[in-house]
């Protein structure tokens, strides 16, 4: 079983810190570039800003297996300036807008500093306050002096801490599948070529997953992911009765979601992997929500695909929340899945 020491958690914490919005993922790429010069057999960042990266196995009847974890996280696009430092802005993948007033955030490459800014309570009529403020009612305000130019990206300021055995930060989909996917180049075993895909423009439609998946032409591929934990025991309606997943139970398999039918082959195996290796692991119940998997298994002729996931609660907020236990339960069950994966897996009914 391996272990969740200092240096996966620091290097968790400097990807979380990273600022890399979708469509500009360099901070976050080039963080991935210096962990694995050392261990790749070829990289390639491709003309969208996949960092591409193979990991040669050796001997007959190879499997293609890709792995992919997206680098790009949610965030603000600034839309126009409206002087004295405030600028107009839009979201960048799926912010619920309830989340943004008060918040503070970076922009740009330079990661200045701001917050976001509404009316004050004191100000508003008992009407508006009924109702989520408008994304175009509010402002990010980087005060007098404060640079940053229409077009900058940017995103809730970095945040990451340790809690017992908590990780609390922002981004934590999906730099946690990407600290995952490091380590899985770090230690391939020999029997695939691991073909790892650490793709861009995920949160705004699994873009840089379809161009890697034609890029590298895999038999299988498994997405490495985030997933929402719907586990508060209350909700508006009184108890929660349908828990997508849990903080604490393990890795979670995906069977089904908005954007693909997990290849039941895959789910099998990876259950076997789980219960033969003694690893705790949950079925993400089927629902809303996908992963790279449902562009991946639409390259080319069509590839067998299915999911694996770290529960996290407060999805796209400034702040979200994940166990270390489920952090290392995926990474033993993807690890144990490598060593195990045959051409046989495939022949499968």
């Known amino acids: 079983m391996p272990t969740i020491a200092n240096p996966p958690l620091k290097l968790l914490e400097k990807l979380c810190r990273a600022v890399s919005v979708s469509g500009d993922e360099n901070e976050v790429r080039k963080i991935i570039l210096e ?16 960092l591409l990266v193979t990991k040669n196995g050796r001997g007959a009847k190879r499997l293609r297996v890709m792995l992919d974890a997206h680098m ?12 004295d430092g405030l600028f107009e802005f839009t979201t960048i993948g799926g912010i619920d807008p309830r989340n943004l007033a008060g918040k503070q955030v970076v922009v740009g490459r330079e990661h200045t500093p701001g917050v976001i800014g509404a009316k004050p309570i004191h100000l508003t009529a008992p009407g508006e306050r009924q109702h989520p403020i408008p994304v175009d009612a509010l402002r990010i305000d980087l005060g007098l002096g404060g640079k940053a130019k229409v077009g900058d990206r940017g995103t809730f300021a970095p945040n990451f801490r340790r809690v017992g055995p908590s990780i609390m930060s ?24 691991l073909l790892a895909a650490f793709t861009v423009q995920e949160e705004i439609g699994l873009r840089g997953a379809k161009v890697a998946a034609h890029y590298f032409h895999p038999d299988l591929a498994i997405a490495i992911d985030a997933t929402p934990a719907n586990d508060l025991p209350m909700q508006t309606e009184g108890e929660n009765t349908f828990y997508n997943t849990r903080l604490g139970l393990g890795p979670a398999i995906y069977v089904a979601n908005s954007s693909t039918i997990d290849d039941p082959r895959l789910v099998r195996f990876l259950q076997e992997t789980a219960e033969k290796e003694r690893i705790p692991y949950q079925i993400r119940q089927p629902g809303g929500g996908g992963t790279d998997a449902g562009a991946i298994q639409r390259a080319a002729a069509g590839v067998p695909v299915v999911s694996v996931s770290v529960p996290h609660r407060y999805t796209h907020t400034a702040m979200s929340l994940s166990r270390i236990d489920d952090w290392k339960n995926t990474l033993a069950l993807l690890r144990a899945a490598l060593k195990r994966m045959t051409p046989e897996i495939l022949k499968r009914q």
Do not use: C, H, Q, W
């Open 35 to 50: 962990e694995i010069k050392d261990y790749a057999d070829e990289t390639k960042v491709d003309a969208l800003g996949n």
């Open 72 to 83: 790009d996280e949610v965030g603000f696009m600034l839309v126009a300036d409206d002087g």
């Open 170 to 193: 922002k981004s934590i989909d999906d730099r946690i599948g990407v600290a995952t996917l490091i380590e899985l180049v770090k230690s391939a075993p020999p029997n695939v070529d």
